[in-house]
């Protein structure tokens, strides 16, 4: 009962945002203001309020770091395979992307807080900012070499360096290594709240309040950026998309982090992260490099339907 509690949970907030940004409460600025929120202050958040505190060794073991690169690269030689029978490049290329390039920020992490604890959220941080410096590059070369398209992967890499997502990994895994604590910030607070008479809140209480934004506020911009052109649709396209995003990439991921004995808690957060849908970041990228867009918008809509069903097993079998 509470898996299916879960999937309701997030299926709602998915429709929630589906059905007012085509009724109107979610304009597109208003969808962008939604977006900003998650992506700058919530995620953020969650992800520096996670690893801060947690022992530098524990969180970048070499089989966290190693198996990141080796689910993502072995989806997609697969990938690579499996496309091979389409036609267009323009359409194979968007097949190939969006089989291995998940929706690891907006969903993956808030996702794991929700179900899996503090633990497996501090190690979906690390995979989120591992898989960053893995997925942008290889979408981009991926889509270039294909399409023949113009695009500079420097430029692409240069501009992780203002990702806030990333920004508040380092600032966490710096704290970490230094041994730091956040009593400055404690002390602050406390001082705040007995001017103001009110309850002294710790710098924790502000992160966690913060963090928990973060889930509810992705899927109500995830599903405000769906679309869904049935036109576009093509049901062997598409199936092999959503047969290795949702299926083939988490069982690899299962596969590689128990032979490279990790955890408990990384193999199910690892699952758990790469049976997230293709990201929607991925339409973008064939928009810009000579990708099916229509193709690939087809195929965030069905995978991120798809990976609830993946994310209602993993729960139960892992948690």
């Known amino acids: 009962m509470e898996v299916l509690r879960r999937l309701g949970f ?8 589906f059905l007012a940004r085509r009724t109107g409460p979610l304009t597109e600025r208003r969808t962008e203001w939604v977006t900003a929120v998650a992506f700058y202050v919530a995620l953020p958040a969650l992800v520096f309020g996670a690893t801060y505190d947690r022992a530098l060794g524990a969180l970048l073991s070499p089989a966290l770091v190693a198996g990141v690169p080796v689910v993502i690269l072995g989806t997609a030689a697969i990938a690579w395979l499996v496309a091979r029978r389409e036609r267009s490049h323009s359409r194979r290329s968007v097949a190939i992307v969006q089989s291995y390039h998940a929706n690891l920020g907006f969903l993956g992490v808030p996702l794991v807080a929700l179900t899996l604890g503090d633990e497996a959220t501090a190690v979906a941080s690390v995979v989120l900012g591992v898989s960053l410096f893995v997925h942008v590059p290889l979408t981009v070369l991926t889509l270039v070499a294909i399409n023949d398209a113009d695009a500079s992967v420097r430029d692409e890499l240069a501009e992780l360096a203002t990702n806030p997502v990333l920004v ?91 032979l490279l004995a990790a955890s408990q808690a990384a193999v199910a957060t690892a699952v758990l992260m790469f049976g997230m849908p293709s990201a929607v970041s991925t339409y973008v990228y064939a928009s810009e490099l000579g990708g099916d867009a229509r193709f690939a918008s087809v195929n965030v809509f069905v995978t991120t339907v798809a990976s609830l069903l993946v994310v209602a097993v993993a729960i139960q079998v892992l948690a």
């Not at 997030?10 to 945002?17: E, P, Q, S, T, W």
């Not at 970490?176 to 406390?190: E, Q």
């Not at 509810?216 to 950026?225: C, R, Y």
Request: hydrophobic content about 60%; overall charge negative.
């Open 10 to 17: 997030l299926l709602v907030l998915l429709a929630a945002g």
């Open 168 to 258: 508040a990994l380092a600032l966490g895994l710096g704290v970490s290594a230094a041994g730091l604590s956040l009593s400055v910030v404690d002390a602050t607070l406390a001082a705040v709240a007995s001017a103001l008479g009110a309850p002294s809140p710790t710098a924790d209480d502000v992160l966690g309040l913060v963090g928990e934004f973060a889930l509810p506020l992705a899927l109500l911009g995830v599903g405000a950026s769906l679309e869904v052109d049935t036109d576009a649709l093509d049901p062997r396209g598409t199936g092999s998309v959503v047969a290795l995003k949702v299926a083939v990439m988490p069982l690899l991921a299962f596969g590689v982090f128990t």
